[in-house]
């Protein structure tokens, strides 16, 4: 997009969220087909479906596939009016019979439809084909009394009866006279099958021209950009906006799911953390006091359990100062407490016999150390009752 800023152009893009199209692709020296194409890149959602309005940028096409439901349904259920088509100039020998509606191209509001009365005027139409260098085609004409617009936007049907009162043969130009009429069963059963087309219609409108005979005859079908009409305007803009509205929601909405998926993965990354740091403390802590205990056991003097000692012990014997220093007496305090701490919790894992010899061998050294102190005492008393 192309913004004129100081009268400097300055280029911008953007990608819109959902586009509602209500303009044909084609048309008389029109042809919006690249930005058709820069939606579709994008992915942007629209109604129609982008692809439905791409299906619409050639009324022939569109023809074709009004053909197969008629064969489906047979003439009598989907009467729909006979054409020839022709690719190129060099085809149009004749038309087969006359008066026809020459078609050049494709065009819409009644552009590019001349006519023809005779097998001389065709010829001179050809020309015009061949200096277009497109195609055409050819209906019947038909005197019609009136013509019928039935449109179907979401779901809501919609039939409107117009008459020229112009005299012009176009009953879609010049003055008319419109009216709203009930809608038949058969005009809704034509649109359904219409809006079924090249993956579903949302906004779709069927003209057909009414004979003096009373014969119903389909001759086209509209796709979104199709034409409000009559008194009731408003009303269909408001279907408009309501079915944009419900597509809207339907494809531009956030996934609940992909919020839910990430409120999941973050809380289990929370617990994740928590438990690895609880563990890592409890880890610790019960590291510390396990090697702590050790320390204090051999530091008093306990005996050693019977067997190799296991990997823990080798690192806190490792630890330990060398054997000719002795202890502080604060030390001993404690490590007697560590070790009687360190016996108590070490009593439940050994083996009974081994607790009986490490309590017997406790109070020998309680009882050496009792005779010990006993023994100096006596002889300080003797002395002193010498002098």
């Not at 044909?24 to 109604?47: Q, W």
């Not at 006279?177 to 005009?187: N, T, V």
């Not at 806190?316 to 016996?343: E, H, K, V, Y």
Request: net charge neutral; proline share 5%.
């Amino acid at each position: 997009m192309g913004v004129y800023r100081n009268g400097t152009k300055v280029v911008r893009s953007f990608k819109p969220d959902f586009v509602l199209i209500r303009q044909n692709l084609r048309d008389a020296g029109e042809d919006n087909k690249n930005l058709l194409l820069g939606f579709k890149f994008g992915g942007v959602p629209s109604i129609n479906s982008l692809h439905a309005v791409y299906n619409f940028q050639d009324k022939p096409w569109v023809f074709a596939h009004l053909l197969q439901i008629q064969r489906r349904l047979g003439k009598e259920n989907f009467p729909l009016i006979d054409q020839t088509y022709y690719p190129n100039f060099r085809e149009m020998l004749s038309a087969p019979r006359f008066p026809v509606v020459f078609k050049i191209g494709h065009a819409h509001s009644g552009l590019g439809k001349v006519k023809v009365e005779n097998n001389a005027d065709f010829q001179d139409m050809a020309s015009v084909v061949a200096v277009a260098n497109t195609y055409c085609t050819t209906e019947p004409y038909v005197d019609s009394k009136y013509d019928i617009h039935v449109q179907k936007i979401g779901d809501n049907y919609k039939s409107f009866m117009r008459k020229s009162i112009s005299g012009n043969w176009k009953t879609n130009t010049g003055s008319a006279m419109l009216e709203q009429i009930q809608m038949p069963e058969r005009y809704k059963m034509w649109l359904d099958e219409v809006a079924a087309m090249f993956g579903g219609l949302d906004i779709c409108a069927l003209e057909m021209i009414v004979a003096r005979d009373g014969r119903e005859y389909i001759i086209e079908v509209n796709d979104s950009a199709l034409s409000l009409m009559g008194d009731t305007q408003e009303e269909d803009r408001r279907h408009i906006a309501d079915l944009v509205t419900q597509r809207m929601q339907q494809y531009c909405r956030p996934s609940t799911l992909t919020k839910t998926a990430s409120r999941t993965s973050m809380s289990s990354m929370q617990s994740g953390s928590m438990g690895g740091s609880m563990g890592g403390s409890m880890v610790g802590s019960m590291g510390s006091s396990m090697s702590g205990s050790m320390v204090g056991s051999t530091v008093g003097g306990a005996p050693p359990a019977p067997g190799s000692p296991t990997s823990e012990e080798r690192s806190a014997l490792a630890d330990l100062p060398a054997s000719g220093t002795s202890p502080q007496p604060r030390r001993d305090s404690q490590a007697s407490q560590s070790s009687t701490m360190s016996s108590v919790s070490q009593q439940s894992s050994r083996r009974p016999e081994d607790a009986a010899q490490a309590q017997r061998a406790s109070f020998g050294r309680q009882g050496s150390t009792t005779g010990s102190v006993t023994g100096e005492d006596t002889e300080d008393t003797m002395k002193n009752l010498r002098k």
